[in-house]
């Protein structure tokens, strides 16, 4: 399983290499060969986000035990394709320095020094904004962590409870057992007790109806 992984993880490296390559330029490009060289770099974008699910995917099936060096990879694979996805975006609107001489010409003041201002400023505005996109991503990733660790300590709370009303009922059920095998040793030795009189009183009784008979032949033989 884990070499799938890997498989993956080199067609990743090459494919994010190649990207990063075209994505640098972009800004050097006009016209058509700019819209050619934008579409390549979408097709490799939606390639890699592919593997990546595929990587996840291998990921998942990893036993626990080993999980964890591949979850850490993988978060860091997640965080180049967001860098990536942000340097094509502002790839996409900026110019390099030729590109933008070659635009503006000798007129400062031309629509199109405006046009590249803005296009620039546009940018800015999205690196911006995609940072604090990911700002906010990483704050919710802990609030869901925190979320879910209070969730797992409430469980473990509960399942103290019921642990501890298990031990409880299991006391008093010990208690109940100690308290009839009292009785029960208690009410055995009241039988033993009334047994041992029983046969007392027995060989009692034998004794005075052998005591008797012995007097009655013995007056019985004097008489004569």
Do not use: C, W
Request: overall charge negative; charged content about 35%.
């Amino acid at each position: 399983m884990s070499s799938d992984f890997e498989g993956y993880e080199q067609d990743f490296s090459v494919l994010t290499a190649e990207i990063t390559n075209r994505v640098g330029k972009v800004p050097k490009l006009l016209g058509d060969e700019k819209k050619q060289m934008i579409s390549h770099v979408e097709k490799q974008l939606e390639e890699a986000r592919e593997l990546l699910e595929q990587m996840e995917l291998e990921v998942r099936e990893i036993p626990p035990q080993s999980r964890g060096m591949y979850s850490n990879r993988m978060r860091s694979y997640k965080q180049e394709m967001e860098r990536l996805e942000a340097d094509f975006k502002r790839s996409r609107i900026a110019y390099s320095d030729e590109v933008r001489n070659e635009l503006l010409g000798d007129d400062g003041n031309s629509l199109e020094i405006q046009l590249i201002k803005l296009r620039e400023e546009r940018a800015h505005l999205l690196d911006n904004t995609e940072r604090l996109e990911r700002s906010s991503r990483r704050l919710e990733a802990g609030y869901q962590i925190a979320v879910e660790t209070e969730q797992v300590g409430q469980e473990i709370l509960e399942n103290l409870s019921h642990d501890r009303e298990k031990i409880q009922r299991a006391r008093e059920r010990l208690r109940e057992t100690d308290a009839n095998l009292g009785k029960s040793s208690r009410i055995l030795t009241g039988m033993l007790r009334r047994i041992i009189q029983n046969r007392i009183l027995i060989v009692i009784l034998g004794i005075i109806v052998i005591f008797a008979v012995v007097l009655v032949i013995y007056f019985s033989l004097k008489g004569h």
